[in-house]
């Protein structure tokens, strides 16, 4: 009421007519200045990664900003603004594919953890819905920061779909000791082969109907089809290629990572590049 109010009377009258002291009053002002700019950031930090960050990553968010505060608190911040995260929706379940008998071996054997950038880079496919019809993507992934290096979109799940993601590796393929993926006949097939010798690439496949061993690729498809596929209509693959290039530049450059000490993973390559040197 004294806020409401004060361009008609002094607060210093309100206060004494009311029965409260000057200095509750600042007190409480000052509490409810601070709540609004916790809750403009909170906003702000929603919808910069895209609607998708929980609290957990919200307050690591705001640490950064200097503001120390509870996930309970940002949970109530959130209720109250209607904010909504993309991850309190169901999760989809890994879609199948048929598997080879090749005789590769599982050569990194769960290590996703590693120290140099492109020691190992992993890769997977999804599907996703355009224009009533099933198209599909591909992501190489190196497993040094979770960045996504290499991606290609299409409308068959085939070897030339991941043969265009491969091409679309932005460096020196040589750099790329170990490509892991599951037995998929996209991976494992002729022109794959030929691509991966060509570079010298050793290749290393999951056991047979064992995904956790690309448990990682699996994770970021996990990831983006929770943030990126379905909150979005795609009415046509060039659709899909365009908003699927938006969200990657995001992912690397912007969206924390638990696993990256809740870096953006180009922001994990540079402090060890800075480390290095």
């Known amino acids: 009421m004294i806020k409401k109010n004060q361009h008609k009377y002094s607060i210093s009258a309100m206060c004494k007519v009311l029965q409260i002291k000057r200095s509750t009053y600042y007190y409480k002002a000052k509490e409810r200045q601070a709540e609004d700019d916790i809750t403009s950031d909170i906003i702000e930090i929603f919808n910069k990664s895209l609607q998708n960050y929980g609290t957990r990553k919200i307050k690591k968010e705001l640490v950064k900003r200097g503001k120390i505060v509870s996930r309970r608190r940002i949970g109530r911040i959130m209720k109250e603004?209607?904010?909504?995260?993309?991850?309190?929706?169901a999760q989809f379940k890994p879609h199948s594919s048929g598997t080879n008998e090749s005789e590769h071996k599982n050569e990194l054997n769960r290590q996703f953890t590693q120290k140099e950038?492109?020691?190992?880079?992993?890769?997977?496919?999804?599907?996703?819905?355009?224009?009533?019809?099933?198209?599909?993507?591909?992501?190489?992934?190196?497993?040094?920061?979770?960045?996504?290096i290499g991606?290609?979109?299409?409308?068959h799940k085939n070897a030339l779909l991941v043969y265009r993601a491969l091409a679309s590796i932005k460096t020196d393929l040589r750099q790329i000791k170990?490509?892991?993926?599951?037995?998929?006949?996209?991976?494992?097939?002729?022109?794959?082969?030929e691509a991966l010798a060509t570079f010298n690439i050793k290749r290393s496949l999951s056991m047979k109907g064992c995904p956790y061993d690309n448990a990682v690729a699996e994770a970021t498809f996990k990831i983006i089809k929770t943030e990126f596929i379905k909150r979005r209509h795609f009415d046509s693959l060039k659709d899909l290629e365009k908003d699927l290039s938006q969200y990657i530049h995001w992912f690397n450059h912007k969206r924390i990572h638990g696993t990256l000490r809740y870096l953006s993973p180009l922001e994990f390559k540079l402090e060890h590049l800075k480390k290095v040197v």
């Not at 991606?151 to 409308?155: L, P, T």
């Open 81 to 89: 603004q209607g904010l909504v995260s993309s991850y309190t929706l």
């Open 117 to 148: 950038s492109l020691s190992v880079v992993v890769s997977d496919l999804t599907y996703v819905r355009v224009d009533k019809k099933w198209q599909y993507i591909c992501v190489f992934v190196d497993l040094f920061n979770r960045e996504i």
């Open 151 to 155: 991606y290609s979109a299409g409308r």
């Open 178 to 193: 170990l490509f892991h993926t599951d037995r998929g006949s996209e991976f494992k097939n002729k022109l794959i082969d």
